[in-house]
């Protein structure tokens, strides 16, 4: 990758790491802001973990393919976790979902 696309990525991989920490953040200091019962916390918080593990994995280390398994998984894992997470799969009722 030439320096400019290697800086690009990063600046990139940088925005997704500060936004899954600070949706994190958000969730964890007030429960209540978002309305979504502890199993929908719990999904939200381990997303933006995996989240921000495969941005820094991706972002820290030029030589790390994107296509690998390991990568991909946790990406997956981590759009899942959210997508199930902020429409309410997880909820009691579709009602508490976490669209406002």
Same mark, same amino acid.
């Given at each position: 990758m030439s320096t400019p696309g290697a800086?690009?990525?990063l600046a990139a991989?940088?925005?997704v790491f500060i936004a899954a920490a600070s949706l994190?953040?958000?969730v964890t200091t007030t429960p209540t802001f978002l309305g979504a019962? $502890?199993?929908g916390r719990a999904m939200l918080q381990?997303?933006?973990?995996l989240l921000a593990i495969g941005a820094v994995a991706?972002?820290?280390?030029?030589e790390i393919?994107?296509?690998? $398994?390991?990568l991909m998984m946790v990406r997956l894992a981590a759009v899942v976790l959210l997508v199930v997470a902020l429409t309410g799969v997880a909820?009691?009722?579709a009602r508490r979902g976490l669209a406002v």
């Open positions: 800086i690009v990525n991989q940088l925005v994190f953040l958000v019962n $502890a199993r381990l997303g933006c973990i991706r972002g820290s280390a030029v393919d994107p296509t690998t $398994a390991w909820h009691r009722s």
